[in-house]
């Protein structure tokens, strides 16, 4: 069936430190693939998404590429801020509704 | 602010209570959903409704009853809760469509005590 692996946390860095969370999937098809940000207190945003294979999400210097030939999405990001400290969750979307990773907590000092 | 808005934001509920959550989302979109989530486990997806109606059910207890009038608002009835089920519940919507991006609102953090 479908899934997504993510790292297990919690992942701590100080600021400006290069960041890579892991993410593989299992899936049939060619499925879309997300990843979303929870701050503390709040409900889940997207981060970024690419929807075919070599694609390449970013947003808020964020960045992941759909591999398919290693069924993967690693989350990168060149220098890490305290503003960055959340919980990260990797998605795959093979339908109407996404099947998210466990979330790995990232936290930032300075 | 996403335009998925939920209430109450926080919930205390005896095992005896009946309470209901609301999601209203504020997009256009045509499907919203219902997910659980736990402390160290994965977003458990449970409801999901289309077009008003119902398509996904993802073995969730009777005591979860969800309940959609329209495309704009989400409700979820609860009933004779166990203390196993305090846990985020999160709402969210997309436009419909297989690649779409979910919109989420801020949650209800519910306790059953």
């Known amino acids: 069936g479908n899934s997504v692996t993510q790292m297990e946390g919690p992942v701590t860095l100080s600021e400006e430190a290069f960041l890579t969370i892991n993410c593989t999937y299992t899936a049939t098809g060619y499925p879309s693939l997300f990843w979303y940000v929870q701050y503390p207190g709040e409900g889940l945003q997207l981060l970024l998404k690419a929807t075919k294979a070599d694609d390449k999400g970013s947003n808020k210097g964020f960045e992941a590429t759909y591999r398919k030939e290693t069924t993967s999405f690693h989350l990168e990001k060149g220098s890490v801020q305290v503003s960055d400290s959340a919980v990260y969750f990797c998605?795959?979307?093979?339908?109407?509704?996404?099947?998210f990773g466990k979330g790995t907590t990232l936290s930032v000092s300075s | 602010e996403t335009g998925v808005t939920q209430t109450p934001r926080h919930l205390v509920m005896g095992m005896t209570n009946k309470k209901s959550l609301k999601c209203e989302q504020h997009?256009?979109?045509?499907?919203m959903y219902w997910y659980k989530q736990s402390a160290k486990k994965p977003l458990e997806l449970m409801f999901v409704?289309?077009?008003?109606?119902?398509?996904e059910n993802n073995s969730v207890p009777s005591r979860f009853s969800p309940e959609c009038p329209n495309s704009s608002h989400l409700f979820l009835h609860l009933h004779t809760l166990q203390p196993e089920d305090s846990a985020l519940y999160l709402c969210?919507?997309?436009?419909?469509?297989?690649?779409?991006?979910?919109?989420f609102g801020p949650g209800t953090r519910l306790t059953v005590l």
């Open positions: 998605a795959l979307g093979p339908g109407t509704a996404l099947i």
């Open positions: 997009l256009g979109h045509n499907a």
């Open positions: 969210a919507s997309s436009p419909l469509g297989e690649r779409d991006e979910q919109f």
């Open positions: 409704y289309n077009f008003k109606e119902q398509t």
